[in-house]
């Protein structure tokens, strides 16, 4: 069973930064995409960051909201993606999810190329 949970959320303050990891069991870890996407109240989900698998050599991809800012990576060791988050703004409050999907040559940023999905990770930040 494939399980992908997030953790690092939290209640911060403007201008402060933030790791969410989101922990994966139950695939080939070396061999998907992973996205980070964000939900805020009464809005769509919107894509965040993406890594490719291992072998496409790491592509990364960024929404140009937090380019400069944010910053995903990989630990394939540990089947974790990592989702560093620098400069917070209070619209970066949201529900933070990451996603999996399995291996393309450019890791997508449309939520439905995405079959796998972490619970959430609330992350609040204030003026």
């Not at 917070?88 to 990451?98: H, I, S």
Request: charged share 15%.
């Amino acid at each position: 069973q494939v399980q992908l949970v997030e953790s690092g959320g939290g209640l911060v303050q403007a201008g402060v930064s933030l790791r969410l990891s989101c922990t994966t069991s139950g695939l080939f870890f070396n061999a998907y995409s992973m996205g980070w996407f964000r939900q805020a109240p009464g809005k769509d989900r919107e894509f965040v960051a993406a890594i490719g698998w291992s072998g496409s050599g790491g592509t990364t991809r960024y929404a140009d909201s937090v380019k400069g800012r944010f910053a995903i990576s990989r630990d394939n060791a540990k089947n974790t993606v990592y989702l560093q988050m620098n400069s917070l703004k209070p619209e970066d409050t949201a529900v933070y999810y990451c996603a999996a999907k399995i291996a393309g040559e450019i890791p997508p940023t449309a939520a439905h190329e995405y079959r796998n999905w972490g619970q959430g990770t609330q992350v609040t930040v204030s003026a």
